[in-house]
């Protein structure tokens, strides 16, 4: 989790409001935040869940299509950035007595009061605001494996939650009672899993025992922030350093000796810490351990254990809890939450993503345009023409005039993505077409794609399918190899219908070769190219035909560039 991943999420949907459509398609948003879907799916699912994206789902055949759109909530957020939503900090306890040291440490507040949040199969407890962050907590079983040992319960926390970090808090035995004593808190500088061994024989024959774990340490950033809290804390001793983390529950001093002969410099020693490094790390989560020494691992754990868990659980609870108040909780606080920083930094570029730098001045031409009639607009324009790409009964409040040219003066601020839906045997026509449209292109006014341009080494289906959920013109050239194509046919077009139901893409059926029933077909009512319904293939000269149908395309265009005009408040 990451909030500069929503904030980059937010800034991507923000600066589609002055395109049309203004939803993007889920596969665009990875693509442009150079991501795989599972990196950043919580944060969207936490977006919508807070109202700030609108995500909108369709299925065609077995494929479920997902854009997003910002909300009115969402840009209020972008817009006042001090408001921006910060993710809790989430507590896991692995038994009782820790769960209850928290809550009765909290307990001890006036009118304070802890909500259960039923989640799934776990129940997390709302502790409230402290120090600057929510407060959320936990309880796993014991242990990393299992069911509900630490590792699953993490990760579970992490997907309902998305925290900005995860602390470990309870209980550990310690590693040499001459310098350590009962209540004395441990703090995860690094871990290691001592499960992860080599079992082999030295050149005596002797059985020798390797560790073979990583010793991850715990983040700079809670490590600086417990460090800090030591500065006030007048309380037990805190040491930092490395923790053993295993599923035994060790009472033998043996067993215990023999791990310190592992790992020399461990302070102590538990059973929930590599599940909690292993969720968090995996999530890009910060975490770190806070545990007390309960007892040895002597022989003698039963010896006041009631009393012993109690304090040290109570001391850890204690000292995360002074460390939270502190505050530093909140992830790039000094970067998003100062009203100065006005000028809209976490832009993300979809080629490096890299960080584009969006000045304030820019965006304040993406704020809802004033309210102005669109008949002042279009007043001029023919009524006789036809809406290319909608039924003929229908109309758009964009009228184009009959004789109107695109000229630089009324250019969109960006290419229009052009799609080509074509059958391989119609590849010629598609050459002849496109040659027709070389202005448009040369001008900067269309980008045209089509599958031949697919690189070797890409997913063909994934391409497509990219290509087409981007598109703002999409063209059906029609013919007997279009209709009989299972790709083209039963994918390509009934996706374009979609896109064009929603006014997500203006669809254009181009027919090339006569084709038998095609006005039965979803896209017969929408007006077709050339005007005259004659195909492509039926005139005297491919050049008349392609010439007519690329003028239509270009008032398509034009109709286009006047929109975005009125939306965005230019002239």
């Known amino acids: 989790m990451s909030i500069q991943q929503r904030k980059q999420i937010l800034q991507i949907l923000y600066e589609m409001r002055a395109q049309e459509p203004q939803t993007l398609d889920r596969d665009v948003l990875i693509q442009r935040m150079a991501v795989c879907w599972d990196e950043i799916r919580h944060e969207v699912a936490y977006l919508e869940e807070h109202g700030y994206v609108e995500v909108k789902k369709r299925q065609i055949g077995i494929r479920i299509f997902e854009r997003l759109r910002i909300t009115a909530k969402g ?77 699953l319960t993490v990760q579970a926390g992490i997907q309902a939650l998305t925290p900005t970090a995860v602390v470990m808090v309870g209980t550990a035995f310690g590693i040499d009672p001459r ?28 059985l020798i025992i390797l560790p073979r774990g990583a010793r991850p340490e715990a983040p700079a950033r809670l490590l600086d922030r417990f460090r800090g809290g030591l500065l006030d804390w007048q309380g037990p001793k805190v040491q930092f350093g490395l923790i053993l983390s295993g599923e035994k529950l060790i ?23 590599a599940g909690l490094y292993a969720a968090a790390h995996r999530n890009k989560i910060d975490w770190i351990l806070v545990k007390a020494i309960c007892d040895w691992a002597d022989g003698r754990k039963h010896q006041n254990k009631n009393s012993r868990q109690q304090k040290a659980a109570q001391n850890a609870a204690r000292f995360t809890l002074h460390v939270i108040r502190q505050g530093g909780f909140i992830e790039d606080k000094a970067n998003f939450g100062d009203p100065t920083l006005l000028e809209r930094r976490p832009l993300i570029n979809s080629r490096n993503n890299a960080v584009e730098l969006l000045q304030f001045s820019q965006l304040k031409n993406m704020e809802d345009p004033p309210h102005r009639p669109v008949q002042d607009e279009t007043k001029e324009a023919s009524s006789a023409k036809l809406q290319i790409g909608l039924p003929p009964s229908e109309t758009t409040p964009y009228s184009v005039n009959e004789h109107s040219h695109i000229s630089s003066k009324s250019s969109l601020k960006t290419r229009l993505a052009v799609y080509i839906s074509y059958a391989p045997e119609d590849e010629p026509l598609r050459v002849e077409l496109e040659k027709q449209l070389g202005i448009l292109q040369q001008q900067g006014f269309i980008d045209v794609w089509h599958n031949r341009q697919i690189s070797a080494g890409l997913e063909w289906r994934r391409e497509i399918e990219m290509h087409l959920n981007t598109a703002r013109i999409i063209l059906l050239l029609v013919s007997p190899d279009f209709i009989a194509s299972e790709n083209c046919f039963g994918v390509e077009m009934k996706l374009a219908m979609e896109r064009q139901k929603y ?32 195909p492509v293939t039926s005139w005297a000269s491919h050049d008349q035909a392609f010439a007519e149908v690329a003028e239509g395309i270009q008032e398509v265009v034009e109709s286009i560039s006047l929109s975005h005009r009125w939306l965005t408040g230019h002239s």
């Open 179 to 206: 310098k350590q004593h009962i209540g004395d808190i441990l703090v995860s500088r690094q871990i290691l899993n001592y499960e992860l061994q080599r079992i082999g024989t030295d050149s005596d024959g002797k």
């Open 503 to 534: 006014g997500e893409a203006y669809v254009i059926p181009i027919l090339l070769r006569p084709t038998a029933g095609w006005r039965h077909t979803p896209f017969g009512e929408l007006q077709a190219l050339p005007r005259n319904r004659i």
């Open 251 to 273: 009472d033998n001093p043996d067993f215990r000796d023999q791990l310190r002969k592992l790992e020399p410099e461990a302070i102590g020693g538990e059973m929930e810490g």
């Open 75 to 151: 840009v209020d957020l972008i817009e006042d950035p001090i408001t921006i939503p910060n993710a809790p900090v989430l507590l896991v306890t692995a038994t009782e007595v820790e769960a209850l040291a928290v809550l009765n440490l909290l307990q001890k507040e006036p009118d304070y009061k802890f909500e259960r949040r039923f989640i799934e199969d776990k129940t997390y407890y709302n502790l409230g605001i402290i120090g600057e962050v929510r407060i959320f907590m936990v309880q796993s079983e014991m242990g990393a494996g299992g069911p509900g040992g630490s590792l």
